[in-house]
Nanobody, 124 residues
Framework: QVQLVESGGGLVQAGGSLRLSCAAS????????MAWFRQAPGKEREFVAA????????IYADSVKGRLTISRDSAKNTVYLQMNSLKPEDTAVYYC?????????????????WGQGTQVTVSS
């Protein structure tokens, strides 16, 4: 049983930084894609970034390129999202997701395993 547990959310001023963590357990994740999505109130869930667990290749949403960085620590079975230069429009619940996909995929429908989410609030 795959389990994903996010942490690291909070309240930060615009221009500040946060680092989100996603602790993964329940299996080995070789061949898996790990992703971060976010959902703001009244909006659909939105792709943020994804990483290949084995190769370490990454993709990003255009809105976060250059500000957010996804990475993974295989020894700790943990995926990170380093968030710099945060903006009020980054305010959302951030979710970690995982699944065995063909390449790195931006659609939430491709991921069957989800964490419970962590709230990020950026004040102006």
């Amino acid at each position: 049983q795959v389990q994903l547990v996010e942490s690291g959310g909070g309240l930060v001023q615009a221009g500040g930084s946060l680092r989100l963590s996603c602790a993964a357990s329940g299996r080995t994740f070789s061949g898996y894609a790990m992703a971060w999505f976010r959902q703001a109130p009244g909006k659909e869930r939105e792709f943020v970034a994804a990483i290949s667990w084995s190769a370490g290749s990454t993709i990003y949403a255009d809105s976060v390129k250059g500000r957010l960085t996804i990475s993974r620590d295989s020894a700790k079975n943990t995926v990170y999202l380093q968030m710099n230069s945060l903006k009020p429009e980054d305010t959302a619940v951030y979710y970690c997701a995982a699944d065995r996909t063909f390449g790195l995929v931006r659609s939430p429908k491709a991921y069957n395993y989800w964490g419970q989410g962590t709230q990020v609030t950026v004040s102006s």
